[in-house]
């Protein structure tokens, strides 16, 4: 299962030395969150820095944003009213993003990935919007990531993995509503015999509906030793999704130190 990618959710300050253990584990790409505010991305220069020190190994990136604080911002300034939120949300994101992504290609730190978590759109802050406006918020950081870094994939996280109905309705309305191309579809799943079937049907049925990559984020374990199910398990489900769009998997560091070696 050599093909498939390992990504590690780390969190940022890794240095050059921890990096470089994890890659004998057979990592080959960190997950690395970044929050954006209003006022830009929170460490610019660090992220850099740190996206630099990934690359400089070997290691691929994936940038995953966190945009919760930028548009908690938006609210407090234009409060329930959603046309505004939707107009100051769209501009921010651009700007901010886009300095973002910008600047680590400034220094030659382009991530191979962005992800996006779908789930915070239904909803902000009280804040109810239709699904045309969740699609435009969304297609504003799609935009900024391609205009500096064209080449970036686009990985769309979900949570609610385990509802396949839930997230196939959601796929399909953004599609309807003009969304954004995508790459790959995260999903959230604790690996375990009760879920296995779900997820192995839910890779094949998304995968096939959307065209899309599927990546399994099981990185809210730390442990899988007391599991009925392995890491090699879910290596054969992934390798067999059809037309070859099972694409890996994501682990937290702290499983990393219990498994010692993922590939």
């Not at 690395?32 to 990934?54: F, H, N, P, Q, R």
């Not at 990136?61 to 300034?77: A, R």
């Not at 994939?153 to 196939?168: L, P, R």
């Not at 003009?178 to 839910?202: P, Q």
Request: proline residues 1%; aromatic residues 8%.
């Amino acid at each position: 299962m050599n093909g498939l990618c390992r990504m590690a959710d780390v969190s940022m300050g890794a240095n050059k030395e921890e990096l470089n253990a994890l890659k004998t584990k057979g990592l080959d790409t960190i997950l690395t969150t970044v929050s954006i505010s209003t006022d830009g991305c929170e460490g610019l220069e660090s992220v850099a820095g740190y996206g630099s020190d990934i690359m400089s190994i070997g290691l691929k990136w994936c940038i995953k944003l966190d945009m919760e604080g930028l548009y908690q911002s938006v609210l407090s300034e234009v409060g329930a009213d959603s046309r505004m939120f939707i107009r100051k949300a769209e501009r921010a994101s651009f700007e901010n993003v886009h300095k973002l992504f910008s600047r680590v290609k400034e220094v030659g730190a382009v991530p191979e990935f962005v992800m996006i978590n779908i789930d915070i759109y239904a909803e902000l802050g009280g804040l109810s919007l239709r699904f045309e406006e969740q699609t435009r918020v969304i297609n504003a950081v799609i935009n900024a990531v391609k205009a500096a870094c064209p080449n970036c994939k686009v990985i769309f996280s979900t949570k609610d993995s385990t509802d396949n109905e839930k997230a196939k309705k959601w796929f399909n309305r953004y599609q309807v509503a003009g969304g954004k191309g995508f790459d790959i579809i995260s999903l959230s799943y604790e690996l375990n015999s009760e879920t296995f079937y779900d997820l192995s049907c839910n890779m094949s049925d998304l995968s096939r509906r959307f065209d899309a990559f599927i990546i399994v984020d099981i990185s809210s374990q730390d442990d899988v030793s007391s599991s009925d199910i392995g890491l090699a398990d879910l290596d054969s489900a992934i390798s067999i999704v059809p037309m070859d769009k099972g694409f890996g998997t994501i682990y937290s560091d702290k499983l990393l130190d219990v498994v010692g070696q993922v590939a």
